[in-house]
T-cell receptor, first 116, second 113 residues
């Protein structure tokens, strides 16, 4: 059973550019959530998509956006990149069954973004 | 403000020894508490998930406890192995079905031979 696949694994951008990251969830998982991990702030929730709709959103500026396709694959986009956006961006998928405690998240290996 | 605090920040133990990691949270409402293991350069892997009514859960050599009254959790690792070297992250979920998570800063564990 394939895991959560994130592409690209590594990328380097310069300030002001924009970037798009991709996440393919585990087959059958309909929820995809995104997280940012930095040494200073740790892991922080960005947003969650389920059935092509954003269900929850963390406390990040509007430069961070995402979408989900009908096959549950998701992309996140960061526009007008800043140095502080350098981070490991993790995507996780889950079945989102609605039962408390039943939604085990499976994380991908992440996309490491460096902004110069 | 929802917060999850972990201690210690880092820990070094000898192979074969036991250790306990701590997690205190102020997240409300509370749905469930999760412990994750994250190896360097990899995504986190789930170890345990506990709901409000559960006060202990084991996964092999890992045993997590939860005291919902004091809002504290611990992760006990028994007979540590070199492969246990990783960051251990305590995570609290505020909603039942979704994945809005508040993360602790993690404990960096190093197991030495």
């Amino acid at each position: 059973k394939a895991g959560v696949t994130q592409t690209p694994r590594y990328l380097i951008k310069t300030r002001g550019q924009q970037v798009t990251l991709s996440c393919s969830p585990i087959s059958g998982h309909r929820s995809v959530s995104w997280y940012q991990q930095t040494p200073g702030q740790g892991l922080q929730f960005l947003f969650e998509y389920f059935s092509e709709t954003q269900r929850n959103k963390g406390n990040f500026p509007g430069r961070f956006s995402g979408r989900q396709f009908s096959n549950s694959r998701s992309e996140m986009n960061v526009s007008t990149l800043e140095l502080g956006d350098s981070a490991l961006y993790l995507c996780a998928s889950s079945p989102r069954t609605g039962n408390s405690g039943a939604n085990v998240l499976t994380f991908g290996a992440g996309s490491r973004l460096t902004v110069l | 403000k929802n917060q999850v605090e972990q201690s210690p920040q880092s820990l070094i133990i000898l192979e074969g020894k036991n250790c306990t990691l701590q997690c205190n949270y102020t997240v409300s409402p509370f749905s469930n508490l999760r412990w994750y293991k994250q190896d360097t350069g990899r995504g986190p892997v789930s170890l345990t998930i506990m709901t409000f009514s559960e006060n202990t859960k084991s996964n092999g050599r890992y045993t997590a406890t939860l005291d919902a009254d004091t809002k504290q959790s611990s992760l006990h690792i028994t007979a540590s192995q070199l492969s246990d070297s990783a960051s251990y992250i305590c995570v609290v979920s505020v909603d039942n079905a979704g994945n809005m998570l508040t993360f602790g800063g993690g404990t960096r564990l190093m197991v030495k031979p």
